[in-house]
């Protein structure tokens, strides 16, 4: 049912809602364009490219629920977290501390809904379950069960704004090996605010967890807490800290990690020299020389443009453990154009490969890229 409420099912028109709530592009925020980030669940990012920022919408809910609970909860989180995105150090009280765990929640839930039809078919974005149990439970203004959040700050005035869900696997002596996901790691940057949410989707899976970043832990809440604290997240710490790399378990047992097969995605397959990965359509692969992995290994990142079958265009990137898809159609052209450095000709097999060489912080290169179109 595409056209039905993420949240409650009703097949009521559908109404749109914004990323961040529309309160946000009022309190003062620079809203000059920035690149805008949100991440599907499989590593396959979407790019949203370069919007006004605070102004992305998704039009996935139904008016009782946009104009019922969700604008009561964005109206109690306004409140409280207005002075955080501003920079203004202050004091969480306890019985607000619920209300921005359920805020990061709903709004990692809602940019999930970013990615289109298609990609939700094919299995990209969270459970929908997940909404499911986040609406039955939606009077308790608080984030689902089985989850931890610290509240941090964002050590930078750069516009920069970020919902990341990362899933992830935890190792343990129990599990040395798991290939499943036990949950997910989910990351907002707004202003100067940075929330970080891990949810366990296996009660059974649930472990102790700490941020090694020392945030104070906003949910289960154990006290007024004084923001910020601990060490702030930077751009450049950002996409490590999104990938959950400053989570531990208490006990030091257990470890927890990206998940690096993506979900419902066949893992690139080495043919001969080319590596091959399904392209977004779900329909045909495009490949690349395996000599990029290679290259990746050592810490060398290369963009490229691709073609599918369906003739639509793709910009891909190498990054340290996978390639990427950045764009695809004319964006994908025409932020590869706007990449710095020469195009390279690779020899490799019988056609030559046209590529980029990208700074080592591939990402930023292509966020930049992405930002001046
Ligand atoms: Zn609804
Ligand atoms: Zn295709
Ligand atoms: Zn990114």
């Not at 993420?6 to 109404?15: E, K, R």
């Not at 649930?206 to 154990?222: A, F, H, I, R, Y």
Request: hydrophobic fraction near 40%; include cysteine.
């Amino acid at each position: 049912m595409p056209n039905s409420c993420a949240f409650c099912g009703s097949t009521q028109p559908l109404t749109r809602e914004h990323l961040f709530g529309k309160w946000v592009s009022k309190i003062g925020l620079d809203l000059s364009p920035a690149s805008h980030h949100s991440s599907a669940l499989n590593g396959l990012p979407r790019d949203l490219g370069v919007q006004p920022p605070y102004r992305l919408q998704v039009k996935n809910f139904c008016a009782a629920c946009n104009n019922g609970w969700m604008s009561k909860m964005e109206k109690a989180a306004q409140r409280v977290l207005t002075p955080l995105i501003l920079g203004n150090p202050g004091k969480i009280a306890l019985e607000d501390q619920g209300i921005l765990a359920m805020w990061a929640q709903k709004t990692a839930l809602t940019a999930m809904l970013v990615s289109s039809d298609e990609q939700r078919e094919g299995g990209y974005g969270l459970a929908r379950s997940e909404y499911k149990a986040f609406y039955l439970h939606r009077e308790r203004m608080q984030p689902l069960d089985c989850s931890r959040f610290w509240i941090g700050e964002y050590a930078e005035d750069d516009g920069f704004s970020a919902v990341r869900v990362t899933p992830l696997v935890l190792h343990s002596p129990r599990n040395p090996e798991p290939d499943v996901p036990c949950g997910y790691a989910l990351t907002i940057v707004l202003g100067r605010v940075v929330v970080q949410g891990i949810r366990f989707t296996s009660a059974d899976a649930e472990v102790d967890v700490k941020s090694t970043m020392d945030m104070p832990q906003l949910w289960p809440g154990q006290g007024t807490l004084q923001w910020p604290g601990g060490t702030p997240c930077t751009r450049e710490s950002f996409l490590g800290f999104a990938d959950g790399k400053r989570l531990r378990g208490v006990d030091g047992q257990v470890a927890l990690q990206p998940w690096r097969q993506a979900a419902h995605m066949p893992e690139s397959v080495h043919a001969g020299d080319q590596v091959a990965v399904p392209a977004m359509c779900r329909k045909h692969v495009v490949s690349y020389p395996a000599t990029l992995l290679m290259e990746a290994m050592r810490g060398r990142f290369y963009a490229f443009l691709r073609t599918c079958g369906c003739q639509v265009t793709y910009l891909l990137h190498t990054d340290s453990d996978r390639s990427r898809f950045r764009a695809h159609g004319d964006d994908a052209v025409r932020i590869y154009k706007r990449l710095p450095g020469e195009e390279q000709r690779l020899v490799d097999g019988t056609e030559p490969f046209l590529c980029k060489r990208l700074p080592a912080d591939a990402d930023a290169a292509i966020m930049k890229a992405a930002s001046q179109l």
